[in-house]
């Protein structure tokens, strides 16, 4: 099936290759968006021979580079699992966002949650980004690595009181306030403090962003944000309070969307209300339209981020407002991977049933996604292997079922010691990471070119245990 979806991908692109120049460049980013290297090799190494640079992981003389490092180098030198990121892939597919808007007021705030390393912040820091941010780790994080407060926005449905403080502190963009008693609570924290806090309503729109359910957030269901028909009483309410400065409306209606048309039936919901607040007398500076939009994990399609611009500048027509975007997913997604080792390699037999596995260093403590949302990650050998291959289960160390990168997954043949790449790992990948089976968490690198550096340790046993003693009463 996805090997079918690329023939006709790439007979589309030959195709398009023929015409101007432009159109070649527009194709070219469309492509970098796609992870396309997890297919068959003649295949692969077709597509490479049309498009030089679709991403920055590729295969050169039948090893996995990252730009212009061998994954294998970095894992020799750093040992499995690691988190690795392509420096020149973040700095591309972020300015290809950005740059999408050009042309409107707008701010690109890197949903910090997708992936929150330092390094990275302070990458789309220095590219002109802001942040978006959920806690008040995530804002320390975001301050640590440089991001100009003024660029940071603030959602989340349960900021605690100290949260909020720390935000007004800091100096932060905006609170994207989620419910009457955050209003109230924000209030008040920002007359302790004696400053006025700048508000954004977050509503409901009650849109169906049609992705998964765990990550679908714009449904009357939902617990976020405030239903949309309730919004025009709580501005009215917000206008009257003595610390709060009314600024924007905001709205994020869930992730690895693959349609235009939620974020659109969206803005118009949100235009209608801005209209609403004008005729009050309430004037909206800023609407935030979210995060969201997909990527190619396996044959979605999803909107490239130049489309996605353009549909939303038609819809805006000449409203004069900053937007604001809070993308995680499309910029960092396809631009790291997860490198893991095989350990064992056996087959189960029950019956006339056999079950063949391919048993590595990472598990679902590492990667979440595959057994969190039955995620598809691409998998594929750091060394090009021969090519017969057999259906496997690709399983972590856990002491779980669900414990699995891949399933049912027709694999070349691997060995104990062999390296493997878990494609599209960027986003959600080392953030949701825990310390399961009292597994440490990996290491983080960073590739610029042909040098790489690391950008979190490996953690240690002793860090395992941080913080932990045992009490007085337990002593024998
Ligand atoms: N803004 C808000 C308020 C959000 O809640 C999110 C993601 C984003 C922006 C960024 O969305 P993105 O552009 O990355 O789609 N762990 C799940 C994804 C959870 C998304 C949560 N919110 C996964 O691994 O698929």
């Given at each position: 099936m996805r090997v079918k979806n690329l023939k006709?991908?790439?007979?589309?692109?030959?195709?398009?290759?023929?015409?101007?120049?432009?159109?070649?460049?527009?194709?070219?980013d469309c492509y970098l968006y796609q992870n396309v290297t997890s297919?068959?090799?003649?295949?692969?190494?077709?597509?490479?021979?049309?498009?030089?640079?679709?991403?920055?992981?590729?295969?050169k003389n039948g090893e996995l580079f990252c730009e212009d490092v061998p994954v294998s180098e970095i894992a020799k030198e750093l040992g499995t699992p690691f988190y690795l990121y392509s420096k020149a892939t973040l700095t591309r597919h972020f300015n290809a966002f950005d740059t999408s808007f050009d042309g409107v007021d707008h701010l690109t705030c890197f949903a910090v949650k997708s992936c929150s390393n330092i390094a990275i912040l302070s990458?789309?820091?220095?590219?002109?980004?802001?942040?978006?941010?959920?806690?008040?780790?995530?804002?320390?994080r975001a301050l640590k690595a440089g991001v100009d407060p003024k660029r940071i926005i603030y959602s989340g449905v349960g900021k605690t009181e100290e949260e909020l403080r720390y935000g007004l502190k800091s100096g932060i963009l905006l609170f994207n306030v989620e419910s009457e008693q955050e209003l109230c609570r924000l209030n008040n924290v920002a007359g302790d403090m004696g400053v006025k806090a700048p508000v954004a309503f977050r509503v409901n729109p009650d849109v169906d962003a049609k992705t998964h359910a765990y990550i679908s957030t714009g449904l009357a269901k939902n617990k976020f944000g405030i239903p949309i028909n309730e919004a025009p009483d709580l501005y009215l309410q917000a206008e009257g309070m003595a610390n709060i400065e009314?600024?924007?409306?905001?709205?994020?209606?869930?992730?690895?969307?693959?349609?235009?048309s939620p974020f659109i039936e969206t803005l118009q919901k949100l235009k209608d209300l801005v209209g609403?607040?004008?005729?009050?007398?309430?004037?909206?500076?800023?609407?935030?339209?979210?995060?969201?939009?997909?990527?190619?994990?396996?044959?979605?399609?999803?909107?490239?981020?130049?489309?996605?611009?353009?549909?939303?500048?038609?819809?805006?027509?000449?409203?004069d407002v900053t937007l604001i975007f809070e993308p995680g997913r499309v910029i960092v997604g396809n631009a790291g991977?997860?490198?893991?080792?095989?350990?064992?390699?056996?087959?189960?037999?029950?019956?006339?049933?056999?079950?063949?596995f391919v048993v590595v260093d990472a598990g679902m403590n590492d990667?979440?996604?595959?057994?969190?949302?039955?995620?598809?990650?691409?998998?594929?050998?750091?060394?090009?292997?021969?090519?017969?291959?057999?259906?496997?289960?690709?399983?972590?160390?856990?002491?779980?079922?669900?414990?699995?990168?891949?399933?049912?997954?027709?694999?070349?043949?691997?060995?104990?010691?062999?390296?493997?790449?878990?494609?599209?790992?960027?986003?959600?990948?080392?953030?949701?990471?825990?310390?399961?089976?009292?597994?440490?968490?990996?290491?983080?690198?960073?590739?610029?070119?042909?040098t790489f550096k690391i950008i979190r340790l490996r953690e240690t046993m002793d860090q395992l245990i941080r913080g932990e003693s045992i009490p007085d009463f337990l002593e024998k």
């Open positions: 006709r991908q790439a007979s589309d692109i030959s195709a398009l290759l023929h015409e101007s120049s432009n159109k070649k460049q527009e194709v070219l297919t068959h090799k003649a295949l692969t190494c077709s597509l490479s021979a049309l498009i030089p640079i679709m991403n920055h992981f590729q295969y990458l789309f820091g220095n590219l002109g980004g802001g942040a978006d941010i959920v806690s008040g780790g995530e804002l320390f009314v600024k924007g409306v905001s709205c994020h209606i869930g992730s690895q969307l693959t349609l235009i609403l607040l004008a005729d009050n007398g309430i004037s909206i500076q800023y609407i935030d339209l979210g995060g969201g939009v997909g990527i190619v994990y396996d044959d979605e399609n999803p909107p490239h981020p130049k489309e996605y611009a353009e549909a939303i500048k038609d819809e805006l027509g000449g409203l991977i997860m490198v893991t080792e095989v350990q064992y390699t056996k087959t189960n037999r029950g019956g006339d049933k056999e079950k063949h990667l979440t996604r595959p057994s969190l949302y039955g995620s598809f990650h691409g998998v594929q050998p750091v060394k090009e292997a021969n090519y017969t291959s057999q259906v496997v289960d690709i399983v972590g160390p856990i002491c779980e079922t669900g414990d699995f990168i891949a399933k049912d997954r027709d694999f070349p043949d691997v060995e104990q010691g062999d390296l493997l790449a878990v494609m599209s790992a960027g986003a959600y990948g080392f953030t949701m990471a825990s310390n399961y089976n009292s597994r440490p968490r990996v290491a983080e690198v960073m590739v610029a070119g042909d």
